[in-house]
């Protein structure tokens, strides 16, 4: 992965999101999990998105693909940490380097992210 087609797949993601994301209404488990259904709405919706407009798998796209996935599920894995503890998420203001930096420390994990 270099940091050309991070930052173009990046941009392409995060311009989906909404500015913010009211994740008053959450509901916390006894196991330590936590589930907020506006933001998990709209991930759904870019996960959706996303796989509807992804390219054709081939050799060339493949990296493409694999990244957009794993970009856009570190984007929300990093807004489901912070609406732990805040009222409202802000995707666009999420620092690019941290998303970089798990999608890097993911990347041979793609069948079990971390969250």
Same mark, same amino acid.
Request: charged share 30%.
């Given at each position: ?6 930052? +173009? ?16 209404? +959450? ?64 995707? +666009? +203001? ?22």
């Amino acid at each position: 992965m270099n940091q050309q087609l991070f930052d +173009k797949i990046y941009n392409e993601i995060i311009s989906l999101w909404p500015e913010h994301i009211d994740v008053q209404a +959450k509901t916390f488990f006894d196991d330590g999990g936590m589930r907020a259904p506006a933001l998990i709405e709209w991930h759904d919706k870019i996960s959706d998105f996303l796989e509807s407009n992804l390219p054709e798998y081939s050799q060339e796209t493949e990296e493409y693909i694999e990244w957009s996935e794993l970009v856009e599920w570190e984007i929300f894995s990093l807004l489901r940490q912070n609406a732990r503890t805040m009222d409202a998420v802000y995707p +666009k +203001k999420l620092d690019k380097g941290i998303v970089l930096t798990r999608c890097l420390e993911n990347e041979d994990y793609s069948g079990d992210w971390k969250v």
